[in-house]
C-alpha cells in the first residue's frame, strides 16, 4: 500500500509565477489536509478537505492560496503570483474516511524556493 | 483553542542515556495526542498516539509517552537514546471528534551525542 505521494519534491519559481502542489493520499483515504512549514518553525495547519469539498480552510491566507481535492485526481494546492516568504516546506496528510480513526499519515512534502 | 508547547527547541544527549522531551497542551475538550519524528528532508512518521484509555502509550522504536490531565502534559521518553533518534520531535494535539486539523508544538531538535 503506497503512501502520501506529493509531487513535485522540489519546486523553484521566480516572484510572480504559480506554484501548484499535488497530493495523492493513501489508498482509500478521502480525507486530505495541508500544512506548511516555515523554516524553524512547527507545521501549521492551512486546509482540510474530502473529495469535492473543502471542509475547513481556517489557516488559508486570504488571497493568492487556493486548493481542491477533485472527484477524479489528486488535491492540488495552489499559490498564485509566489512572493519570497511563500517559501516552505509544504506537506500534505491523509487518514482514512472512518470517524474513530484520528491518525493522519504525512507525504514527504514539497519545498517551495521562491527566488 | 488548543495549543502545545514543547520546552527546549534543542535537546542533547549522550547515546545510551535517557531521552525526555517535553510536551505541554492547552484544550478545552479531552485531547487527542501525538507525537511525530522529522528526519532531515523528510516527511513526518507517527510514533505514537494517546485517545482514550490506558495514559502511558508505547510506540516504535522503544518510544512512549504518558499523559498527565492534571499537568497538561505528554512527555515523550526513551530509555536509551541511540544515534538513529537524532531528528525533529513534533508533539501535536487534535479536538478530534472526527478527522479534524492538527495542532502542531514548535518542534525539538534531539541531538545524539557519541
Known amino acids: 500500500n503506497a503512501g502520501v505521494m506529493q509531487n513535485p519534491r522540489h519546486l523553484v519559481r521566480r516572484r510572480g509565477q504559480e506554484a501548484r502542489l499535488r497530493c495523492s493520499p493513501m489508498?482509500?483515504?478521502?480525507?486530505v489536509y495541508w500544512y506548511r512549514q516555515l523554516p524553524e518553525e512547527g507545521l501549521k495547519f492551512m486546509v482540510y478537505?474530502?473529495?469535492?469539498?473543502?471542509?475547513?480552510e481556517s489557516g488559508m491566507p486570504k488571497e493568492r492560496f487556493s486548493a481542491e481535492f477533485p472527484k477524479e485526481g489528486p488535491s492540488i494546492l495552489r499559490i498564485q503570483q509566489v512572493v519570497r516568504g511563500d517559501s516552505a516546506a509544504y506537506f500534505c496528510a491523509s487518514s482514512p474516511s472512518a470517524g474513530r480513526s484520528y491518525e493522519q499519515y504525512f507525504g514527504p512534502g514539497t519545498r517551495l524556493t521562491v527566488t | 483553542a488548543q495549543s502545545v508547547t514543547q520546552l527546549g527547541s534543542h535537546v542533547s544527549v549522550s547515546e545510551g542515556a535517557l531521552v525526555l522531551l517535553r510536551c505541554n497542551y492547552s484544550s478545552s475538550v479531552p485531547p487527542y495526542l501525538f507525537w511525530y519524528v522529522q528526519y532531515p528532508n523528510q516527511g513526518l512518521q507517527l510514533l505514537l498516539k494517546?485517545?482514550?484509555?490506558?495514559?502511558l502509550v508505547k510506540g516504535i522504536n522503544g518510544f512512549e509517552a504518558e499523559f498527565k490531565k492534571s499537568e497538561t502534559s505528554f512527555h515523550l521518553t526513551k530509555p536509551s537514546a541511540h544515534m538513529s533518534d537524532a531528528a525533529e520531535y513534533f508533539c501535536a494535539v487534535s479536538v478530534a471528534q472526527g478527522a479534524q486539523k492538527l495542532v502542531f508544538g514548535q518542534g525539538t531538535r534531539l541531538t545524539i551525542n557519541p
Open positions: 489508498k482509500g483515504h478521502s480525507h
Open positions: 494517546y485517545t482514550t484509555g490506558a495514559t
Open positions: 478537505l474530502q473529495k469535492e469539498n473543502i471542509i475547513d
